[in-house]
T-cell receptor, first 108, second 114 residues
Framework: ELKVEQNPLFLSMQEGKNYTIYCNYS?????LYWYRQDPGKSLESLFV?????AVKQEGRLMASLDTKARLSTLHITAAVHDLSATYFC????????FGTGTRLQVFP | DTGVSQDPRHKITKRGQNVTFRCDPI?????LYWYRQTLGQGPEFLTY????????KSRLLSDRFSAERPKGSFSTLEIQRTEQGDSAMYLC????????????FGPGTRLTVL
């Protein structure tokens, strides 16, 4: 059974700091997605990673994929309060298998 | 708006009642997915359609749940004899082509069973 694990599950960080969220998965896949979810809302697509070594950046967020290690990372640079949300990675087989989510809270 | 739409956005029902949700995918998208998300968890796959054919159902989809996509366009998800454990956000997504293509999510239907 495919498993997707994220860590940490909860992250409280100060504005201006850097941190990385990790996503490990248990089967071969070369397609991985990162989503943001605000409380009570649906999923907002952040990044689509389609191959080994893929790196994408948008603002203060950067995502990478290592298919050999079955690992993706979401790096946060100089966090701001607006980044507070829950972040999910998801592996695409013939459906999406989501990670457990990382709840990010950025405080002043 | 050409995105995925879902109706209703919120539903409150009493235990034992039946409920039906609707999802309208992006036009021309042949694949349509249903996911369920309970509080504090990631979304979990329920079922998906390719055109009008339902190709896979999760073990989460008990016999109280039924989904249809009669003309390969919109889809409905019905829950019969609702239970409090059915309280969740029900998300619909659609994609074009095969499973490799990105899924686009609708706003979700939040179900509360009292």
């Amino acid at each position: 059974e495919l498993k997707v694990e994220q860590n940490p599950l909860f992250l409280s960080m100060q504005e201006g700091k850097n941190y990385t969220i990790y996503c490990n998965y248990s089967t071969t896949s070369d397609r991985l997605y990162w989503y943001r979810q605000d409380p009570g809302k649906s999923l907002e697509s952040l990044f689509v990673l389609l191959s080994n070594g893929a790196v994408k950046q948008e603002g203060r967020l950067m995502a990478s994929l290592d298919t050999k290690a079955r690992l993706s990372t979401l790096h946060i640079t100089a966090a701001v309060h607006d980044l507070s949300a829950t972040y999910f990675c998801a592996v695409n087989t013939d459906k999406l298998i989501f990670g457990t989510g990382t709840r990010l809270q950025v405080f002043p | 708006d050409t995105g995925v739409s879902q109706d209703p956005r919120h539903k409150i029902t009493k235990r034992g009642q039946n409920v039906t949700f609707r999802c309208d995918p992006i036009s021309e998208h042949n694949r349509l997915y249903w996911y369920r998300q309970t509080l504090g968890q990631g979304p979990e796959f329920l079922t998906y359609f390719q055109n009008e054919a339902q190709l896979e159902k999760s073990r989460l989809l008990s016999d109280r749940f039924s989904a249809e996509r009669p003309k390969g366009s919109f889809s409905t998800l019905e829950i019969q004899r609702t239970e409090q454990g059915d309280s969740a956000m029900y998300l619909c997504a659609s994609s074009l082509g095969d499973f490799k293509n990105e899924q686009f999510f609708g706003p979700g239907t939040r179900l509360t069973v009292l």
